[in-house]
């Protein structure tokens, strides 16, 4: 009983000092040294930038009924990239207000005239969340920047249409 009892006070004693030291770090510049030194856990996944002297590449690019088709029609194999929905707007808002959107998705590698479809939902905020965007979501602008032997880019705004009543 006794060597029970002295193992719980020395338990507790080193908890609470633990816990005074914590505090006393954390007053000391602890809050400003996790975020600083800590920055590196919350880098965004990708960041979608047109490099400057970009090649204009050609590209057909389509969405439809929840799914964006890339295809490459540069003349070129394409090593990877990013696609890009710019705007878009909400099914169900009326009248359709178009608005900035910044979902990404990850392109591979794409040989002359390959097609690639990708569901909506595989689009992510670019944080290091990886948010997929709403299931409403009808696009109106897509943009894509490949990696060719240099640099490519391409950009599509699709044709607005009429909400259904």
């Known amino acids: 009983m006794l060597r029970r009892n002295f193992l719980l006070r020395v338990v507790t004693e080193i908890a609470g000092g633990l816990a005074v030291l914590g505090i006393f770090l954390w007053l000391a510049g602890g809050k400003e040294f996790i975020e600083k030194n800590s920055a590196w856990l919350f880098v965004d996944w990708a960041t979608f930038v047109v490099p400057s002297g970009a090649l ?13 088709t890339v295809c490459n029609s540069s003349g070129k194999k394409w090593l990877g990239g990013l696609v890009q929905i710019t705007r878009g707007t909400f099914a169900g808002d009326h009248p359709a207000e178009e608005q900035e959107i910044g979902l990404l998705a990850e392109l591979k590698r794409m040989d002359l005239g390959e097609c690639v479809r990708i569901p909506l939902e595989e689009f992510t905020h670019p944080t ?34 009429r909400p259904t009543q």
Do not use: C
């Not at 690019?61 to 964006?68: E, F, L, M, Q, Y």
């Not at 965007?133 to 950009?155: F, H």
């Open 56 to 68: 204009q590449i050609d590209s057909e690019i389509s969405a439809r009924n929840g799914v964006v």
């Open 128 to 161: 290091w969340k990886r948010i997929p965007g709403p299931r409403s979501l009808q696009p109106t602008k897509i943009d894509l920047v490949v990696k060719l032997e240099a640099d490519g880019y391409s950009s599509k705004t699709m044709g607005r249409s």
